[in-house]
């Protein structure tokens, strides 16, 4: 997309800043669709029809290259979040929707609906189970930013825990006019925020297993 840096650009959606955005699952997409407004909506990762859905930094670069671009004449940023916070998210979020219809994932909804979260955390490891193609619940979070050599290949890296002030900061850098909401709740899957309380030291040790790169890449802990 083309995010406006000053008036004229406003008036203008193919002048401006370029930006993409790599959406990772369940990392405050739809506060980051409010701050860039319309232009959001022309960003190429949803224009095209082959971008479609949360894909990676490899599968971008690809997508863009067979379209005769470099993905890299854009700044790329994303959004992270806290592993343990993250698979909180996804077991309310997934299990709590029938049929799987706002998440796409009805295999992973049938499945875990009626799990406790320890046993979810149990599921997550059972490589047997069906599952969707796209297996979003049990990838590390860093898989939608590395290359193959497992190197960043985003500009900024945000986080969810300050997102708010991440977006005014990226903002004030490149002078993007974007409108940053103050206060607004993000990514709201449950109205319980503290995600400690859902875990045993065994299943805090069993995401720490899991997502060691996030760990390792984000410094991410339990407490």
Not at 7 to 32: D, N, Y
Not at 106 to 125: A, G, M, T, V
Request: aromatic share 14%; hydrophobic share 35%.
């Amino acid at each position: 997309m083309f995010v406006p840096r000053n008036r004229i650009e406003r008036l203008w959606p193919w002048a401006g800043e370029r930006m993409i955005f790599i959406h990772t699952p369940k990392c405050g997409g739809s506060f980051v669709a409010d701050a860039f407004g319309l232009r959001f909506s022309l960003c190429p990762t949803l224009r095209w029809r082959e971008a479609a859905g949360h894909r990676t930094y490899r599968e971008y670069r690809d997508i863009f290259s067979a379209r005769g671009h470099d993905i890299h004449d854009w700044r790329l940023f994303t959004v992270i979040r806290n592993p343990w916070d993250w698979h909180v998210s996804w077991y309310n979020y997934v299990g709590k929707d029938e049929g799987g219809r706002h998440s796409g994932l009805p295999l992973e909804h049938e499945q875990i609906r009626n799990l406790s979260f320890s046993d979810y955390l149990k599921w997550l490891d059972d490589e047997e189970l069906p599952r969707s193609p796209e297996n979003y619940l049990r990838m590390q979070i860093s898989d939608w930013i590395v290359d193959e050599q497992g190197r960043t290949r985003a500009d900024h890296v945000l986080r969810q825990e300050t997102l708010e002030s991440d977006l005014r900061d990226m903002a004030a850098k490149y002078g993007l006019l974007l409108k940053v909401r103050q206060g607004a709740r993000i990514n709201a899957s449950r109205a319980d925020r503290d995600y400690r309380k859902y875990y045993s030291d065994a299943d805090a040790e069993r995401i720490a297993r899991r997502h060691a790169r996030d760990i390792r890449m984000f410094g991410y802990s339990f407490a």
